[in-house]
């Protein structure tokens, strides 16, 4: 038996102990989103707003707890279901009929001409993944801090994970996620990700609250920005680095500021969703390519 197979034996004794009652199927389904071939994809014409999109069908119906009119889900290569390619979203699902063995609905995702593109690589037999117990998006998101912790482990760094919330009287509470720390230096980084619904952009956004002017990221809360390239590459290791600094003359390598509708800057902010090209000057694959940069 392999060392991964005895780690993974081990990990779902731990857990099983934890949680005392629960059983493996249950941990599969909570950990595995359920996985349906596309027994059909429409060819209707395509539509942009409500109900936009093509036509699909499964053939597994409401005898799934999971499988429910308005439910949610992703469209990925019927390959990369069993890991022979890596994970990726080819467009998204929705349900809108069920019965016994079937369910029907729409195949739809960004603006039309996006939608056109991501359709012509959608065929019979790819496959639906739902998510069957909500867990998939906590998950990822805790997957990648973990990944960016390797990052920062194997290039020398010490790193803190920083509280998501903190008792009043033990301090103020920190908007941003990490220290890591190497020499003498200390510095603030953030973990962010792509927006699901457009990988070309980082979602680079705050919770509004009394202290902040719009839903984006302030630039002087963290001195780098991590934004995991999953939803683009399908490898939960990928990392874009970039300074948390506003795009100047004298520094090309920063971020554009938020704007405001109408026109105008909040050079206090940064976008909420800059474009990442790695390579450009801007993002890189390392955060020792930014941990030097003014």
Known sequence: ???????????????????????????????????????????????????????????????????IRGRSGKVIPREAASGRVTWKELVKARIHETGPGWARGELHGGNKEELRQRLSGVHKGDILEIDRYGITA????????????????????????????????????????????????????????????????????????????????????????AVNMWLRTGVITDFAFARSIMRTEARPYGLPPATIKGGGLLEEYVHQNPTVNLGDGVWFPAVDDVWNLP
């Open 1 to 67: 038996m392999s060392a991964n197979a005895e780690r993974a034996i081990a990990l779902a004794d731990s857990l099983l102990a934890r949680f005392r009652g629960a059983t493996l199927e249950m941990l599969e389904e909570v950990l595995v989103p359920l996985q349906v071939p596309l027994a059909d994809v429409g060819t209707d014409q395509v539509r942009y707003g409500p109900g936009h999109g093509v036509s699909f069908s499964v053939q597994i119906g409401n005898e799934n707890p999971s499988v």
């Open 138 to 225: 906590k998950l990822e998101s805790a997957l990648t801090e973990a990944a960016l912790v390797k990052h920062a482990l194997e290039r020398g760094y010490t790193v803190t994970r920083m509280p998501e919330d903190i008792a009043r009287h033990l301090g103020s509470y920190h908007h941003f996620d990490f220290l890591f720390r190497k020499g003498d230096v200390e510095k603030r980084v953030e973990c962010k990700s792509l927006w699901g619904t457009d990988t070309r952009y980082a979602r680079l956004i705050h919770s509004k609250g009394s202290n902040y002017k719009t839903s984006s990221c302030k630039f002087a809360t963290q001195d780098i920005f």
